[in-house]
């Protein structure tokens, strides 16, 4: 039995589905848990996708680290899960190790395929410029799955979803207020990403960078010292110190590719770089490359993708 702990706090995501596939290449019989206030038609979503039972409960705090633990901790007891499978989210990072310790199994985090013939498992090591293979000597094991590793497949099961009672200790923490980020496409969830940095030379001409990502259906993203600077807000930040992300393309202008950004876009399917200068160390790490201006490059890309949009549809 596999158990795949989802994180539900914004919804269920791609990162969610690719976690329920990951589980049913492991093992057919797949049990989701997770907590929140999300509805069971949605939930039940799950099962298109291989799980059989969904457990919820209602009254778990969705940020508690310890609560959490406690009842995944609980849940794997129960139904004798083999292994538990996270989506390798801010909740992994903190749950999944104090889990590791709690029921001395092993783990792999940042997990990027399923286990070969010898039980070996791929992660990203040195900022994604190497792989690696681990090995969990445990009979169970707590295995991160880095989104985009692995596409979510549809994968037709009966689903059942139930609702949990079980007493669990008093939160520690609490959610005090809840803000919606501006965007409509979650940077994390993103299948195509447009990214700037200090080559823009302010805030003010950020709007040729939102305009190309309109055009396109992309969200919008930053280097460090732009967030740092104030020009871009934080969560825009990609990067070792930000969000890791895995597109299938992302187009940055006026980045130079520092090894942290590179750390955090690495995994994209396609890049892009658009830079003035040939010696930029992100052309190395690029799919495509432009040696030109952004303040022209990208207009010019966005009238592009106008006219292919506009004869496409």
């Not at 795949?4 to 914004?10: A, E, G, R, S």
Request: net charge negative; charged share 20%; hydrophobic share 40%.
């Amino acid at each position: 039995m596999i158990l795949v702990y989802i994180n539900t706090l914004n919804g269920i995501g791609k990162a969610s589905y690719e976690a329920v596939t990951y589980a049913k290449k492991l093992n057919e019989a797949v049990h989701v848990l997770t907590n929140g206030s999300i509805d069971d038609q949605t939930l039940s979503s799950l099962g298109e996708y291989g799980a059989q039972k969904v457990s919820v409960h209602r009254g778990i705090n969705a940020v508690d680290s310890t609560q959490i633990c406690n009842l995944i901790s609980s849940v794997a007891e129960q139904i004798n899960a083999d292994t538990i499978v996270f989506s390798h989210d801010y909740i992994a990072k903190s749950v999944a190790p104090m889990l590791s310790s709690k029921l001395k199994v092993g783990m792999v985090p940042g997990a990027i395929s399923i286990p070969d013939a010898d039980g070996n498992i791929s992660v990203n090591v040195f900022s994604g410029k190497a792989i690696t293979k681990i090995a969990i000597n445990t009979d169970k094991k707590i295995i991160s799955l880095l989104p985009n590793s692995i596409p979510s497949e549809k994968n037709e099961t009966s689903c059942v979803v139930e609702e949990l009672s079980l007493e669990i200790v008093e939160a520690k923490i609490k959610i005090v207020s809840k803000k919606e980020l501006d965007g409509d496409i979650p940077l994390p969830e993103a299948e195509l990403v447009v990214s700037a940095g200090r080559g823009l030379k302010g805030p003010e001409n950020w709007g040729i960078v939102e305009d190309l990502a309109k055009t396109i259906g992309a969200a919008t993203a930053c280097s460090r010292p732009v967030s740092d600077i104030g020009w871009r807000p934080h969560h825009e930040h990609v990067g070792q110190t930000g969000i890791a992300i895995r597109p299938n393309l992302y187009i940055a202008a006026g980045i130079s590719g520092a090894i942290q950004h590179l750390a955090g876009v690495n995994g994209s399917k396609v890049i892009v770089v658009i830079n003035t200068d040939p010696e930029a160390p992100f052309f190395k790490a690029a799919d495509y490359g432009i040696v030109g201006d952004a303040f022209e490059v990208l207009p010019r890309l966005n009238d592009s993708m106008k006219r292919f949009v506009a004869e496409n549809n």
